[in-house]
């Protein structure tokens, strides 16, 4: 069968290539055509965009850029067309996706959705729209299920696929020896994977790590959408380790992490290092979302535990001194050792491993019916 695949950010490419991976264990003659990164493309897909032509963040960043959007939306929905998947899959990427699987829907296709964009966290009346679109959606957050029962709108919990990415990586044992860093503890930094986040919190991230230096060895986990000419542009860079596309090996050998507030904060937590959630947009941005965001909690770690577990320095709170503080209270006891605890409870909520190997299989069934 021919799938395609839309996704527009590091994370969802990440998963789609678990996705297709899986997806080929099932249907020998699989064909993929994906809007994408280097991750699917690697894994044998017909790449017809690449993520970082889409990494667009915050309400203003959209406005500005709306031309560009309309274009890439004008070509998403020929390509389909022209393509004529037998299955349609979109990953996370909720305004630009769900645009597209609207158009699509109307169009006749049967939409699949993995990763469910959080109308529980704002505008929950999206609920309405996604029931009446989306086929087939596929959560991975376990309070998810219990939120769209309330829509009377049956969805697929599948399971985290962090898990999926984690179970499948190895530890690089020649780590320190390949990337010539001195064997001291690591403090990791993963400013995140766009533009806009990097250029508002990185550099709070380098000035307040300046008294860890010596002790520490500082390591900046680069997303493999970045060049690392682009962070040659920022101070306080001397004695920093750049590593490209190095994530997991880096936070496998690391003490502590600054990390900006996405995905990575739960990979942070799944891989056992004690972080701290740093956040910061503009102010209009940071405006608009303070009126429309209805939820306790920022980070996915927070989030799925319910409570506090690491600490959020959101927007103004995250200052050079803040960070100071909460890096020197989880780089010692008791504040480590109860992090890590509540790490261990946190794991039990995500699940095991398989989310992509279920998600492969409902969506290759394509059955109301289906069960997991």
């Not at 306080?236 to 997991?248: K, N």
């Not at 405006?287 to 989030?303: D, T």
Request: aromatic share 12%.
């Amino acid at each position: 069968m021919k799938y395609y695949i839309v996704c527009g950010e590091v994370s969802g490419d990440l998963h789609g290539a678990n996705l297709i991976k899986s997806i080929k264990r099932l249907d020998s003659q699989a064909e993929f055509r994906v809007w994408g990164g280097d991750r699917m493309h690697a894994e044998g897909a017909a790449l017809v965009s690449h993520i970082k032509e889409r990494a667009f963040m915050g309400f203003v960043e959209v406005l500005l850029n709306l031309p560009k959007i309309f274009k890439l939306l004008s070509h998403a929905k020929k390509d389909i067309l022209q393509y004529n998947p037998d299955r349609l899959i979109f990953i996370d990427y909720p305004g630009f996706n769900l645009k597209v699987a609207g158009w699509a829907k109307s169009h006749g296709f049967t939409t699949h959705y993995y990763i469910s964009p959080k109308v529980w966290a704002w505008n929950t009346k999206r609920a309405f729209k996604i029931k009446r679109i989306i086929d087939f959606l596929y959560v991975i957050l376990p309070f998810e299920v219990e939120f769209y029962k309330q829509f009377n709108y049956k969805v697929y919990y599948v399971g985290n696929p962090l898990m999926d990415a984690i179970a499948g990586h190895k530890s690089d044992l020649q780590f320190f020896q390949k990337n010539k860093l001195e064997t001291k503890p690591i403090l990791a930094l993963l400013p995140g994977s766009r533009y806009q986040e990097i250029k508002a919190i990185l550099p709070i991230m380098l000035e307040s790590i300046q008294p860890y230096k010596e002790k520490y060895t500082i390591a900046l986990a680069i997303a493999p959408n970045f060049k690392l000419t682009y962070f040659n542009k920022f101070k306080h860079f001397s004695d920093i380790q750049l590593l490209s596309d190095e994530t997991y090996h880096l936070l496998n050998h690391s003490k502590v992490a600054l990390v900006t507030s996405g995905t990575a904060t739960l990979e942070t937590a799944l891989l056992n290092v004690p972080q701290v959630v740093c956040y910061k947009t503009s102010f209009i941005n940071y405006a608009i979302a303070k009126l429309a965001i209805k939820v306790k909690f920022i980070s996915l770690v927070n989030l799925i535990a319910g409570a506090k577990i690491v600490s959020e320095l959101i927007q103004n709170q995250l200052t050079v001194t803040n960070l100071r503080s909460e890096l020197d209270k989880i780089m010692t006891e008791p504040s480590r050792s109860a992090m890590l605890n509540s790490y261990a409870d946190l794991r039990q909520l995500v699940g095991h491993e398989g989310a992509s190997d279920r998600v492969a299989a409902l969506i290759f069934k394509e059955s109301k019916n289906s069960e997991l």
